[in-house]
């Protein structure tokens, strides 16, 4: 008599910490294609949501959910190092396979960086290099740029310098304001997320100096 096929194991369903500033929209996309998709499905599950401020509806959105939040606001530490050890504290607790930035709006620091560095997802509204910092959109306006977009990428020590994990583009119209512009830019930036963070979750990856390869 032949032998049965072992089953195929089910793939571990990864961990995630989400972390925000503000309305939560990226969060929200998260938790709308995870409860759409099915956990499994997806591979990944939201299992809590930090904020480095309180009474935002990003962590609103989390809670409607039944999701784990904390706060670890910088202006409780002495210093901006005993905040980073606290935060990375607080993430580590609930043992993530990745962290998410969906809009957080505080660069973490060395602490953060040695136990979540290859680990740390985060979005920029430009394609990076091009136009790095707090006002990618702004300066890819005042550039006379013809087109722009959106850059995942792991976060490491610079600022908006980590390895690229996948990139949208999105068109500069004559008519655009930074306003009307970033807003193009949010919609791509949201679902390139959820497609990106899902497929680092199902497939796994490995990061070649500053290549990132999805399994």
Not at 35 to 41: Q, Y
Request: proline letters at 4%; charged letters at 25%.
């Amino acid at each position: 008599m032949a032998a049965k096929p072992v089953a195929e194991q089910a793939r571990p369903v990864k961990r995630l910490v989400v972390l925000v500033s503000g309305s939560g929209t990226n969060l929200q996309a998260l938790l709308d294609a995870i409860e759409t998709t099915g956990t499994a499905a997806y591979g990944a599950a939201i299992v809590a949501v930090g904020a480095d401020r309180e009474n935002i509806e990003g962590l609103a959105r989390a809670e409607r959910a039944g999701i784990p939040t904390f706060v670890r606001k910088v202006k409780d530490f002495e210093t901006r190092e005993e905040w980073d050890a606290a935060l990375a504290e607080a993430v580590s607790a609930y043992e993530p396979d990745l962290v998410v930035s969906a809009g957080f709006m505080k660069i973490v620091g060395k602490e953060f960086l040695a136990r979540f560095g290859g680990r740390f997802v985060n979005t920029h509204p430009a394609l990076l290099p091009s136009f790095p910092g707090a006002h990618g959109v702004r300066d890819a306006l005042a550039y006379g740029a013809r087109v722009t977009g959106c850059t995942v990428h792991f976060v490491d020590d610079g600022v908006d310098t980590g390895p690229i994990i996948a990139q949208g583009v999105v068109e500069i119209r004559d008519e655009d304001d930074e306003s009307a512009l970033h807003e193009r830019i949010k919609e791509v930036e949201r679902r390139l997320l959820v497609e990106v963070v899902g497929r680092l979750a199902r497939n796994g990856y490995r990061i070649e100096g500053r290549k990132v390869v999805i399994q």
